[in-house]
């Protein structure tokens, strides 16, 4: 009996959903690590605007701030992380000022911080990986 080699898989953390990340780049995991580096270099500017948005109390502007970066998450399996995107911005609809979202906004802004900290990680472990591939 010869001795076969499985090729070495990668364990994402548990909040990102591995069969939407291999749906959508099957298992070129370059292609993923390349793709987490983009999103982290975008990140802080899309972060901010929401920020700005919401220090100016702009509703419109933090509505089309979330808007934009909601994709994000689903590009990066973090699905759950998408639906509140998606519910915070349906917040922002309804809202008639800033203040009548300030709590809501508290929560958004630390998911949000949450989420960048699950994709760097993720990707210094997918860029280490990508590096040891055997």
């Known amino acids: 009996m010869g001795s076969e080699t499985l090729p070495k898989q990668f364990i994402f953390n ?3 959903d591995k069969d939407t990340l291999y749906g959508l780049y099957t298992d070129d995991l370059p292609y993923i690590e390349e793709i987490f580096a983009t999103t982290l270099q975008h990140f802080d500017a899309d972060f901010g ?9 702009n509703v419109e502007d933090m509505k089309k ?9 689903g590009f990066m399996g973090l699905l759950e992380t998408q639906a ?3 519910k915070f911005e349906d917040e922002c609809s309804g809202a ?3 203040t009548d979202i ?3 906004y508290i929560h958004f802004k630390n998911m949000l911080l949450e989420a960048k900290d699950i994709i760097q990680s993720e990707y210094l472990r997918l860029k ?3 590096a040891n591939p055997l």
């Not at 605007?49 to 109390?57: I, K, R, S």
């Not at 701030?65 to 998450?73: E, L």
């Open 84 to 86: 509140l995107c998606k």
């Open 49 to 57: 605007a929401v920020q700005l948005a919401y220090e100016n109390g």
């Open 14 to 16: 548990e909040k990102m």
């Open 96 to 98: 008639a000022s800033i």
């Open 128 to 130: 280490a990986f990508n």
């Open 102 to 104: 300030t709590n809501e």
């Open 65 to 73: 701030s979330v808007h934009k970066i909601k994709p994000t998450f």
